[in-house]
């Protein structure tokens, strides 16, 4: 079955960095466009990185040139690394295939790993 466990969210002062990791197990990892998402509170959820099986990367632009995705197909697992953070970057921030992983009819998310910037 499938799972998505993302950790190395925390609190952190705006200009800071955090990397967060995500594992994946149940999917065929390697053969999936990763992504990672954010949700912020009373707002929708938002793609905000996403990286090719090749290697190939997109960003929001709202973290063009702050963030970086990346991916390690041997460990079935996908990176955040996050710079010069912003409040606005506050958010519960998850990562998923592109389109997302569906559980029967419904889309399936992790628990998702916390990141609060403080001013």
């Known amino acids: 079955q499938v799972q998505l466990v993302e950790s190395g969210g925390g609190l952190v002062q705006a200009g800071g960095s955090l990397r967060l990791s995500c594992a994946a197990s149940g999917i065929l990892f390697g053969f999936n466009v990763i992504a990672w998402y954010r949700q912020a509170p009373g707002k929708q959820r938002e793609l905000v990185a996403r990286?090719?099986?090749?290697?190939?990367?997109n960003y929001a632009d709202s973290v063009k040139g702050r963030f970086t995705i990346s991916r390690d197909n041997a460990k079935n697992t996908a990176y955040l690394q996050m710079n010069s953070l912003k409040p606005e970057d506050t958010a519960v921030y998850y990562c998923?295939?592109?389109?997302?992983?569906?559980?029967?009819?419904?889309?399936?998310w992790g628990q998702g790993t916390q990141v609060t910037v403080s001013a």
């Open positions: 990286v090719s099986s090749g290697g190939s990367t």
């Open positions: 998923n295939t592109l389109p997302p992983q569906r559980v029967g009819f419904i889309d399936y």
